[in-house]
């Protein structure tokens, strides 16, 4: 290589090389030791002797400062070479690609079968539920889970108007059993949008366990990268795939159990994602498989919402806290919910004891998603 | 007394000076036998010395702007992870939307003249500012080579120092801002937004902009970014040259909690840095200025260790940052006496930190990522190439390697025109004379 042995020889006495160092270094004892030992000699009155005490000590300065200069530079390294320092280097580079094919991001949802949500009694409602499998391309995974788009909606209908959207995390999606099973709740939603209730939303559930260990929808250090998926992969699959919108303040997160936490987690993590929370009362002092980070004190602590609501700013969020049971009043949240300073609010609802006992979140929701008209007015 | 103010360094030079000339006059006195003499004469050079080297460090740290003040050199008053106070509510001033507006204009500076010097030139420094507007007129060399000049003196009278105009549709803005996150609470002062003239020019008036934050290396002043890499006038120049469309640039210190360097990354149990410049920044950027929306492929440029945070932010952030110039980085998860244990005592969580680790083993995000070094004078440089051979797609890698160039301003101008024309070509531009009807996305 003719430039590196180039580089070589001019480095003999290089800005950087240990041989400029040790030179000064000897220059510098060299000065000194004359100085002090023939100090009385430039004692003399007069001019010449004055003349020739300042040359001694600027010439001993200056010595040191190069010295001083040199070291420093050598352990921060801000000038490489001579001609660095004196700014002769010159002209640029060329811009190469190293990698020019460019891809899909890998971000998708398969759709593996529809069905139509039909609510006896209610002839408006209606809407079709999707199992699908979602692709997240940041985090890689891929969770099957449903998909809930509302009667009426078809893609880049409505003036571009994009929908609100509800992403459930629960296990219990195929459960139909559970009020959290991914059939009652869209057949609730459908009702309470047919009734006016509730602007027309998009669901989206999603298992709250991504992995044989539930993280608390974290991303495990190292491994699952669950906060990945939750707070950038799905926003960005529902935004390309269907509708949805793109505001903070249309998101909202809605779990059960570990879901709960879940919802909880994401909305104060990534306020800029999620601005509405609901999860069942609880206590929530401390995560679901807090065994994921046991190794490390300090995000152990940081993931528990208790020290998160104590120590951080608290967020621009509506918080509501659900169930189980008909009952209303905070319950076991109370101590949770008493953290929740403004903008933070924090409300309570017991659920429903009929066919949907979500209702009464739905409409919470509903009351605390922006009305369109304020929304199409902040867009423009 | 500031450590950056010019006063400082001023008595300290005089100082200095005056040791030499207390040397030279008491020399006589020491000239004895006796030990005491020579004692003396070790004392006269030694404090004599001592001066001189002090001054000059200081002078140092203001020409690189390591150290903004002596509490960022010292620690001490540098905000605890529990910055809560941040986001009170009902603060005076708050949008509408019951968030709270997180980011204070300290000052009001002519933007640079493209052409000219980078400007203002006698700008205070960071932390030396106090709240308030301030106005200057501006004095430049040479021929602007930019939009219409209004009162100026009379043109083609090159060499002369003249008047031109300072009006912010013809040289743009650039203002002194502090922010404080929504999300986490941190505080950074002294850091510079530059509005571009566009912003304020009639066709433009109701565009949103591009926006790119850059950001200094560790330890670092955002007025360095101004002054020393020159990146508000290389843009200017670019931008009246048709080489790029006029941006937003936002220009912070990479350590927001001096003298601490957290490498933008979220400390468990401790700051949040990462979520500060992903999520808090574009937020109160967004709150305040017509610029694009959040998630909207910001842009991101940065040196040293903010070559490290631009090149992470946009990997964790994608589609916040959708591209991002890392001048003279470096790619893994740094760990010294000045980061301290950044990653909670767990490997896992560096690794995720290590920008080698996340190619090998996580999906490549969907990014441009333009990396500079020189092959002869930058230790940065093995780490670079074996840093490039991980990338692969979606991401794109691009790469501007000097053949000879330190770690200095001197080689990241050298960089900085084709990094930004690079970084042009990836921001969405504004659209002048938009009907606002279209701005909704």
């Known amino acids: ?380 | 007394m500031g450590l950056d103010s010019g006063l400082f360094e001023i008595i300290m030079v005089v100082a200095a000076a005056a040791s030499l000339a207390v040397v030279v006059w008491l020399w006589p006195k020491a000239a004895g036998q006796h030990a005491a003499h020579l004692a003396a004469r070790l004392g006269l050079i030694a404090g004599s010395q001592l001066l001189v080297i002090v001054t000059f460090l200081i002078c140092l740290n203001g020409y690189f702007g390591f150290y903004g003040s002596w509490a960022q050199l010292l620690g001490g008053t540098s905000p605890s992870t529990v910055a809560a106070a941040a986001a009170r509510p009902g603060a005076a001033g708050g949008p509408s939307d019951g968030q709270v507006r997180s980011l204070v204009v300290n000052m009001t500076e002519p933007g640079p003249v493209p052409g000219g010097q980078v400007l203002p030139a006698e700008a205070p420094r960071y932390a030396a500012a106090g709240p308030g507007l301030h106005r200057r007129r501006v004095t430049v060399h040479g021929q602007p080579q930019y939009g219409p000049v209004a009162g100026s003196g009379v043109p083609g009278l090159s060499g002369l120092s003249k008047r031109v105009s300072t009006s912010p549709a013809v040289v743009g803005r650039l203002l002194m801002v502090s922010m404080t996150g929504q999300q986490t609470g941190i505080t950074a002062r002294g850091a510079y937004v530059y509005l571009p003239p566009q912003y304020f020019q009639r066709a433009y008036a109701h565009a949103r902009f591009p926006a790119v934050l850059a950001l200094t290396g560790y330890p670092g002043a955002s007025w360095s970014i101004v002054k020393r890499l020159g990146l508000p006038s290389e843009a200017a120049r670019l931008v009246a040259a048709g080489r790029m469309p006029p941006a937003i640039y936002v220009m912070m210190n990479v350590s927001v909690v001096m003298p601490r360097d957290t490498e933008c990354t979220n400390v468990p149990a401790g700051p949040q840095v990462e979520s500060f410049f992903a999520q808090d920044v574009p937020r109160a950027i967004e709150q305040s200025f017509r610029v694009q929306r959040l998630g909207s492929a910001w842009g991101l440029i940065g040196y040293s260790t903010g070559g490290y945070c631009a090149a992470k932010l946009a990997m964790l952030n994608p589609y916040q940052f959708h591209s991002a110039v890392s001048l003279a980085g470096y790619y893994v998860a740094l760990r010294d006496n000045t980061t301290g244990n950044l990653y909670g005592g767990s490997l896992g969580y560096r690794h995720e930190n290590d920008l080698d680790w996340r190619l090998a083993h996580l999906p490549a995000p969907p990014i441009s990522l333009l990396v500079t070094s020189s092959k002869i004078g930058e230790k940065t440089y093995p780490g670079t190439m074996a840093f490039l051979r991980l990338v692969h797609s979606p991401m794109q890698g691009y790469s501007l390697i000097l053949a000879q160039g330190g770690h200095n301003f001197g080689s990241w101008q050298r960089e900085l025109p084709q990094s930004l024309t690079w970084l042009g070509r990836r921001l969405r531009p504004a659209v002048p004379n938009q009907a606002q009807v279209l701005l909704h996305s």
Do not use: K
Not at chain 1, 175 to 195: K, M, T, V, W
């Open chain 1, 1 to 380: 290589m003719h430039v590196r042995d180039e580089a070589n020889r001019a480095d003999q006495m290089g800005l950087t090389s240990p041989a400029l160092a040790v030179t000064l270094a000897v220059t510098v004892t060299v000065l000194l030791a004359v100085i002090l030992l023939g100090w009385r000699r430039l004692a003399g009155r007069g001019v010449r002797y004055i003349a020739l005490r300042i040359t001694a000590a600027c010439a001993l300065q200056a010595s040191v400062l190069s010295l001083v200069f040199v070291l420093v530079n050598n352990s921060l390294l801000f000038y490489s070479s001579w001609s660095d320092l004196v700014g002769a280097d010159t002209g640029g580079g060329t811009v190469l690609a190293v990698q020019g094919v460019s891809v899909d991001a890998g971000n998708r949802v398969d759709v593996l079968s529809r069905s139509a949500v039909t609510v006896p009694g209610v002839p408006q409602a209606g809407g079709h539920l999707d199992r699908v499998r979602i692709h997240g391309a940041l985090s890689g995974l891929t969770v099957p889970g449903r998909l809930f788009l509302p009667a009426g909606y078809r893609r880049g209908a409505n003036g571009g108007q994009r929908y609100p959207v509800i992403v459930v995390i629960t296990n219990q999606a195929a459960n139909d059993s559970s009020p959290y099973g991914a059939r009652r709740l869209a057949g609730a939603a459908s009702a309470q949008i047919a009734a006016g209730r509730l602007q027309p939303v998009i669901l989206l559930f999603v298992p709250a366990r991504l992995s044989r260990s539930d993280q608390g929808c974290l991303n495990q250090p190292g491994g699952i990268q669950g906060e990945t998926f939750f707070a950038q992969d799905i926003p960005r699959v529902l935004q390309t795939a269907v509708d949805a919108s793109t505001s903070a303040s249309q998101w909202a997160l809605l779990g059960d159990r570990s879901g709960g936490y879940c919802s909880l987690q994401l909305a104060l993590d990534d306020s800029t994602v999620f601005s509405i929370a609901v999860a069942p009362r609880a206590s929530y002092t401390r995560p679901p498989g807090a065994g994921v980070v046991a190794s490390s004190p300090q995000l152990r602590q940081q993931d528990n919402l208790m020290w998160q609501l104590q120590h951080l700013p608290p967020q621009p969020l509506s918080v509501l806290f659900a169930g189980p049971g008909t009952a209303s009043g905070l319950g076991p949240a109370r101590g949770l919910a008493a953290l929740a300073r403004p903008p933070m609010r924090a409300a309570s609802v017991g659920l429903g004891s009929g066919r949907w006992p979500l209702a009464p979140v739905l409409d919470w929701i509903g009351a605390t998603l922006p009305a369109r008209a304020a929304l199409a007015a902040a867009a423009g």
